[in-house]
């Protein structure tokens, strides 16, 4: 039924991209994965692909942006009757300090198998600012649907074989700039410290 819907959305082009990318992100897990049809979109019709992947931000943004919101909202209604257990308080300011790298990771790179949803309620249960959520998840998302649309338009049919092949690439600079990305925020805190 999913495929069904998924094939029906296709035909609406950019517009029904924007449908896929907010019930994907919202945790309803879709069998056509955004990358395959926006490079697929961009190989049929390379005048639509960035609007195209506008729209692929927009409704991860919004389907994102609604899982996050009901997370908090829920574990607001679930803490008020429920004591908190006293021992999480590390894992929590780890997660303050660099857990938006997590979320990052997953939502700017389509080979790593790490699923973004777990981070997005991670994000939201632990009191993550909005703003700063928000960033993350729409530079990630810009950075990774722009650039399955340019790849697409570059290469057409070449870009699935492509990201196949460079599969292990890719996730190495990814995890390289997660480290990077890491290492600064921890310099950074360490800095301000200092002051």
Do not use: C
């Amino acid at each position: 039924m999913l495929a069904k819907i998924t094939a029906a959305l296709v035909a609406y082009g950019p517009w029904g991209v924007l449908l896929i990318g907010f019930v994907d992100s919202l945790g309803a897990p879709l069998p056509a994965t955004m990358d395959a049809l926006l490079i697929f979109l961009a190989v049929k019709a390379p005048e639509r692909a960035l609007f195209a992947a506008l729209m692929a931000v927009v409704g991860s943004l919004a389907g994102n942006l609604a899982l996050f919101l009901g997370v908090q909202h829920g574990s607001r209604l679930l803490i008020k009757t429920v004591p908190e257990p006293a021992k999480p308080q590390r894992f929590r300011d780890w997660f303050r300090r660099y857990g938006l790298v997590t979320v990052f990771i997953p939502a700017a790179i389509p080979v790593l198998p790490l699923p973004l949803k777990v981070f997005v309620v991670s994000a939201a249960y632990l009191r993550t600012p909005l703003r700063r959520f928000v960033f993350v998840i729409v530079a990630a998302r810009i950075v990774r649907y722009f650039g399955d649309a340019y790849l697409g338009m570059r290469l057409g049919a070449g870009a699935q074989p492509f990201l196949a092949h460079n599969a292990w690439t890719l996730a190495g600079i990814a995890v390289v700039a997660a480290a990077a990305l890491f290492l600064a925020i921890h310099w950074n805190t360490r800095g301000r410290r200092a002051l």
